[in-house]
């Protein structure tokens, strides 16, 4: 299997790492070879096994997306764990608006995007024209739909009355699927 995707040139450095490290380590978890194209931006991954190709995909496409390479890692610890990528070019069609979207989803000092993945307990990355969630099925669909929400302009103090809600019935769904 082989695929290739463009990354930006800023992102370049953080998918090698320092002394090629980033890139070894993903190519030794998932038994992948990574070459990239510093001067074009494009990274190829090609692969054997299905599941460490993938993976090694999505793990690019979260160092692209903005994770730190360490945050873009938490993909390796469990199977169910995805990476979602949404457009914000798709809904924002100015600058202006695309800032304000962006200047909503992160917040004063990242404190809205912080307070999302602390209660989807998700990883969030705003970065160009898109924002990025790591996490499990169900916490990610939980996540988009705040960030959904914070887009289509509705208050961050009913974003926060819905996440907080999410999270008591993702709990009370646990206690009840355990006992």
Request: no cysteine; glycine share 8%; charged share 35%.
């Amino acid at each position: 299997m082989k695929q290739e995707t463009r990354i930006t040139k800023e992102r370049i450095g953080v998918l090698i790492g320092k002394k090629g490290i980033t890139k070894r380590n993903i190519e030794e978890k998932t038994k992948t070879k990574i070459l990239v194209d510093s001067e074009e931006g494009l990274v190829s991954i090609e692969g054997e096994e299905a599941d460490g190709f993938l993976r090694a995909v999505e793990i690019v496409k979260a160092v692209a997306r903005g994770f730190s390479p360490e945050r873009a890692f938490t993909l390796f610890e469990d199977e169910d764990i995805f990476l979602e990528v949404i457009e914000l070019s798709d809904i924002a069609d100015s600058p202006g608006k695309l800032e304000r979207i962006r200047g909503r989803i992160i917040g004063r000092d990242g404190k809205s995007r912080s307070q999302i993945e602390d209660l989807t307990n998700t990883e969030i990355s705003v970065y160009g024209k898109t924002v990025a969630i790591i996490g499990m099925i169900e916490q990610v669909k939980v996540a988009r739909e705040a960030i959904e929400m914070l887009i289509n302009g509705v208050s961050h103090e009913s974003m926060y009355s819905f996440l907080e809600r999410k999270k008591r019935e993702m709990k009370q769904d646990m206690i009840s699927y355990y006992y």
